[in-house]
């Protein structure tokens, strides 16, 4: 086990860090998480930890999760603070985990993305992103969690969904904005494989939990059965 930032470096193992409930009204993520974190501990998973550090916050925002908010108790969306900083949970994010740790790979777990997929999948945006590490999350990392998922009769495809164009009706599909005040684009700003996890609301708690864990697992066991083209890719770019 690895309880520091200088023993997970030493360890040469690559890090995921997972982070859920940074809405508090988007459950998912925090409960996807808790599964998760007792499949690593005590489950068929716990091999993984043999080639692979995991750090997971099922619940970054634990005020709003009991508020039933999108926001924290100030008001903030959290997802929209990671330039500014102005709220304690993401200061802390980039103070004692970003900064410190500095993860290989950075996943976030929403509730969001397009029925009937069971879940919807996202990396880097913004266009100042290192190419490679870009590249590598939505060519072998996609192709490795989509075929997870399919082994468990569950559908997974890109956030976000489709959108009419009332002009000319015809659908396209959309993602969502690259700024660099969310998760999936500062991540990557800091050449960090980052990702972006959404699950629709139309499935049960129960299920939406499944399926972000299902997700995760599948995340980490492509990190760990790749962990030295994972570390080689984020140290070129770094």
Same mark, same amino acid.
């Given at each position: 086990p690895t309880a520091t930032p200088g023993t997970a470096f030493f360890s040469g193992k690559p890090l995921v860090f997972i982070t859920g409930n940074i809405h508090g009204n988007e459950r998912a993520g925090r409960e996807g998480s808790l599964q998760l974190i007792r499949e690593l501990a005590l489950g068929s998973s716990r091999p993984l930890l043999d080639r692979v550090n995991v750090?997971? *916050? #099922? +619940?970054?925002?634990?005020?709003?999760?009991?508020?039933?908010?999108?926001?924290?108790?100030?008001?903030?969306?959290?997802?929209?603070?990671?330039?500014?900083?102005?709220? #304690?949970?993401?200061?802390? *994010?980039?103070?004692? *985990?970003?900064?410190?740790w500095w993860p290989d790979v950075y996943v976030d777990v929403h509730n969001g993305g397009a029925y009937p997929y069971h879940l919807t999948y996202q990396a880097t945006l913004h266009p100042n992103a290192d190419s490679a590490l870009v590249a590598f999350a939505r060519g072998p990392m996609y192709q490795a969690v989509?075929?997870?998922?399919? +082994?468990?009769? %569950?559908?997974?495809?890109?956030? +976000?969904? #489709?959108?009419?164009?009332?002009?000319?009706?015809?659908?396209?599909?959309?993602?969502?904005? #690259?700024?660099?005040?969310?998760?999936? +684009?500062?991540?990557?700003?800091?050449? %960090?494989?980052?990702?972006?996890?959404?699950?629709?609301?139309?499935?049960?708690?129960?299920?939406?939990s499944d399926n972000a864990r299902e997700g995760m697992v599948g995340l980490i066991r492509f990190v760990a059965d790749n962990a030295q083209q994972v570390r080689s890719t984020v140290v070129e770019a770094r």
């Open positions: 750090l997971i *916050v #099922p +619940s970054l925002n634990p005020d709003g999760a009991e508020n039933r908010t999108r926001q924290n108790t100030l008001g903030y969306d959290m997802n929209r603070d990671f330039i500014i900083a102005e709220t #304690p949970e993401i200061t802390a *994010v980039l103070e004692k *985990v970003l900064l410190q989509k075929r997870h998922m399919e +082994s468990q009769n %569950m559908r997974f495809y890109w956030y +976000s969904g #489709p959108r009419r164009n009332a002009a000319t009706g015809e659908y396209t599909w959309h993602t969502t904005e #690259p700024w660099a005040r969310k998760q999936h +684009s500062y991540g990557g700003l800091q050449n %960090m494989i980052t990702l972006l996890y959404e699950i629709p609301g139309r499935w049960t708690l129960r299920e939406q």
